[in-house]
């Protein structure tokens, strides 16, 4: 039970600082815009692209994606459960590495593949980062949840 405790209060620990403000805004806005673009344009980046990559169900597996895209993007960008929303993105980022980069590094080789999943790469790291650091001073997580991780 104690780590149980433990594990919930890094969830919704975050420091007294400021290192990852940028990092939330460009994951959140990213994501956020990724997601609405889902809705907005199906044929392009919604279901129509997850027909094309092979997935079956591709209406429901578009517009649940989008869904975590906007409501993560959301809990990043204000700092709210930021811990807990990036590791859904982190799956969906997972996901669209082996189902869209692996074709081309297998077809295309590793600077093709490189140069493709550029943006996927750089997201999966700022995740990586807002998943260890935590959101930082100006969240919604440190004004409610404040109490630092001692890791004791």
């Given at each position: 039970m104690n780590s149980i405790k433990k594990i919930g209060a890094w969830l919704w620990s975050s420091d007294n600082d400021n290192r990852s403000m940028i990092p939330r805004i460009i994951v959140g806005l990213v994501f956020l815009s990724e997601g609405i673009q889902k809705f907005l344009y199906p044929e392009m980046v919604g279901v129509g692209r997850f027909e094309n990559i092979g997935f079956e169900n591709p209406e429901f597996w578009a517009y649940f994606v989008a869904s975590f895209e906007v409501v993560c993007?959301?809990?990043?960008?204000?700092?709210?459960?930021?811990?807990?929303?990036?590791?859904?993105?982190?799956?969906?980022?997972?996901?669209?590495?082996?189902?869209?980069?692996?074709?081309?590094?297998?077809?295309?080789?590793?600077?093709?593949?490189?140069?493709?999943?550029?943006?996927?790469?750089?997201?999966?790291?700022?995740?990586?980062?807002?998943?260890?650091?935590?959101?930082?001073?100006?969240?919604?997580?440190?004004?409610?949840?404040?109490?630092?991780f001692s890791g004791t």
């Open positions: 993007g959301v809990f990043i960008l204000t700092g709210l459960l930021t811990r807990l929303a990036t590791i859904p993105l982190l799956t969906i980022m997972a996901t669209a590495l082996i189902t869209t980069k692996i074709p081309i590094l297998l077809n295309e080789g590793f600077w093709f593949m490189a140069h493709a999943a550029r943006t996927d790469f750089a997201m999966a790291m700022l995740l990586i980062f807002l998943l260890v650091n935590g959101p930082g001073k100006f969240s919604a997580d440190y004004k409610f949840f404040h109490f630092p």
